[in-house]
């Protein structure tokens, strides 16, 4: 049996600062997931991670950061 990995994504939007953190699977190679910080200043941030868990926590971590 094949291993297929598991296909998600979240966004999370902050519209007063101008700011989205999104999480998803790469499209260039299926097993690893994409962590993309975009601000308003037009400055896109791009993070590769080798399992959902670490992006997802790469995520919360930078979303918490936003805060202060």
Do not use: C, Q
């Not at 953190?21 to 910080?37: C, G």
Request: aromatic content about 4%; hydrophobic content about 30%; overall charge positive.
């Amino acid at each position: 049996m094949a291993l297929r990995p598991l296909a998600f994504s979240i966004r999370l939007r902050d519209p007063e600062k101008g700011r989205t953190v999104r999480v998803r699977n790469d499209p260039r190679a299926p097993k690893e997931y994409l962590l993309e910080d975009d601000r308003s200043d037009g400055v896109k941030r791009i993070r590769r991670h080798g399992s959902a868990r670490e992006a997802v926590r790469d995520a919360a971590d930078t979303w918490r950061k936003r805060l202060n």
